[in-house]
């Protein structure tokens, strides 16, 4: 499974996770830092990506149109990129 980041969440964690989740990326990786919702769902859709995010917007995406592509919510208050991983793996 191939996941995209969220702008809400570091960059960092590609790298981080790229053993778990190979051809993984960030939004901003993508040209999408300040694209609106829509435009990110329909490039994971397209790409084959899980969209992953702190963010209920996504996940309320999902329930209305269902998948693809999949929605991570990440339900977590002010946490570290380390706990995120250990979160996401």
């Given at each position: 499974m191939k996941l995209l980041l969220d702008e809400n969440l570091s960059p960092r964690l590609v790298h981080l996770l790229s053993d778990r989740y190979p051809g993984s990326r960030h939004v901003h990786d993508c040209g999408?830092?300040?694209a609106d919702d829509s435009v990110v769902w329909k490039f994971a859709m397209s790409h084959d990506f899980a969209i992953v995010s702190k963010d209920s917007d996504f996940y309320q995406r999902s329930v209305l149109y269902g998948s693809p592509p999949k929605a991570v919510w990440i339900r977590a208050g002010n946490c570290t990129?380390?706990?995120?991983e250990a979160l996401v793996r």
């Open positions: 999408l830092g300040a990129t380390s706990q995120i």
